[in-house]
């Protein structure tokens, strides 16, 4: 049982470069999250998940994109990377019963 | 908008008691979340306060008064592997449990 995984765990990308970030979950959770951390700013939430096929907006969403296509697996995709998009990003999955999140090991993106 | 406030970092002693405050100033409330994070790691969930009261959970205990707009987290016998980050967190999405978090709180431990 891995929990919460995150692909890749480091990344440094060029101004104006695409990736996507992977993460996934052997837990069965309903809902999954994207959060970006930053020094000093607190964890912010990109886009969430409530099953798999759906996706909705958090409080800093643009510059980002997400898929669900399998409910285990959460995506997050940058189309045109920015500096301002340089940060620790985490995963995070919810079974439907619970109100804790559990996180991934996060992925730490530098944009140049 | 919304406001979560806590102490940026605060300083304790090995074997002592430490309580972190946290102020909200939200437009909804559901619940209260604190979670701990080491270091270069993933935040873990500690604790989630929806009534008004003391929740005990061994060495550490969470507050939480709706009225006052006001949480602490409690943590005695500190020790070492106690030095992390402490995140407060509003849930303001009901039952979607989505926390919209503090900038958290650095806490050290010395000996």
């Known amino acids: 049982n891995a929990g919460v995984t995150q692909t890749p765990k480091f990344r440094v990308l060029k101004t104006g470069q695409s990736m996507t970030l992977l993460c996934a979950q052997d837990?069965?959770?309903?809902?999954m999250y994207w959060y970006r951390q930053d020094p000093g700013m607190g964890l912010r939430l990109i886009h969430y998940?409530?099953?798999?096929?759906?996706?909705a907006k958090g409080e800093v969403p643009d510059g980002y994109n997400v898929s669900r296509l399998k409910k285990q697996n959460f995506l997050l995709g940058l189309e045109s990377a920015a500096p301002s998009q340089t940060s620790v990003y985490f995963c995070a999955s919810r079974g439907t019963a619970d109100y804790e999140q559990y996180f991934g090991p996060g992925t730490r993106l530098t944009v140049t | 908008g919304q406001n979560i406030d806590q102490p940026t970092e605060m300083t304790a002693t090995e074997g002592a008691i430490v309580q972190i405050n946290c102020t909200y100033q939200t437009s909804g409330f559901n619940g209260l979340f604190w979670y701990q994070q080491h270091a270069g790691e993933a935040p873990t969930f500690l604790s989630y306060n929806v009534l008004d009261g003391l929740e005990e959970k061994g060495r550490f205990s969470s507050f939480l008064s709706r009225s006052k707009g006001y949480s602490y987290l409690l943590l005695k016998e500190l020790q070492m592997k106690d030095s992390a980050s402490y995140l407060c967190a509003v849930n303001l999405s009901g039952g979607s449990y989505i926390p919209t978090f503090g900038r958290g709180t650095s806490l050290i431990v010395h000996p």
């Open positions: 837990m069965n959770h309903e809902y």
């Open positions: 998940s409530v099953g798999e096929g759906t996706t």
